[in-house]
């Protein structure tokens, strides 16, 4: 009774399937932001790594990563998605959607993160590091205390584009099953037949989450470029 053309001829029809709709759309809304929060944040963890041995090309390693960072960025997600939910279970790991989705975009986004640490420590110059080990600093010292917090300045814009992106991607994430806003969306729309009106909807909520994020990451450059940092 809550869902078809029935629903706005009964009493109080109308308002039961406005609040059905926005409670599908926010609980999956929330699993996109799971899912987003969860690789962002792994793959940034990965990504800080990645980057070093991009920016450093220790022997044999930096050919590994460099290949996987290649592979990764020059393959569609969507095939990565398909690979991991649908190959894992041939391999003896059954994954459920939202692990697979997690696993998936953790190491798409670790691969472009990487690119991006990289360019930041690349931008930090040789003499802070001839700096930091003149003042008796070890070698992880020096790149912690020293380079890495340089290179996260110079790295952080274009590291919100990449969070930008990744949280735009995740609607990829209902080709596999999972729960997020697209997936409810479809849902709703298959006994509405509305679908300008929810596709419109799910539009406006990922622009009230990016669009915060691509300003903020503008004002963040035009700092670093004020106080004569460069990303180059």
Known sequence: KWFGPEAGREGGGEAILTATAAEMLLKGFGVTLLVAGSSI????????????????????????????????????????????YFGAPQLGLVLSPIQAAIFTLTVNTSAYMAEVVRSGLMAVGPGQRKAGIALGLSGLQVFRFVVWPQAFRIALPPLMNTVVALIKDTALIAMISVGEV???????????????????????????????????????????????????
């Open 41 to 84: 944040l792994l793959g940034f963890i990965l990504a800080i790594p990645g980057g070093w041995i991009l920016n450093n090309r220790p022997p044999l390693i930096y050919h590994l990563v460099r290949s996987f960072n290649d592979f990764i960025r020059g393959t569609p997600l969507l095939i990565q998605l398909f690979f991991v």
């Open 182 to 232: 697209i997936r409810e969306a479809q849902s709703l729309i298959s006994v509405t037949y509305d679908p300008m009106k929810y596709y419109f909807i799910v539009a406006v909520m990922f622009f009230l989450v990016t669009f915060p994020l691509m300003k903020l990451a503008g004002k963040i450059e035009k700092n670093i470029r004020e106080r004569g940092y460069s990303n180059a």
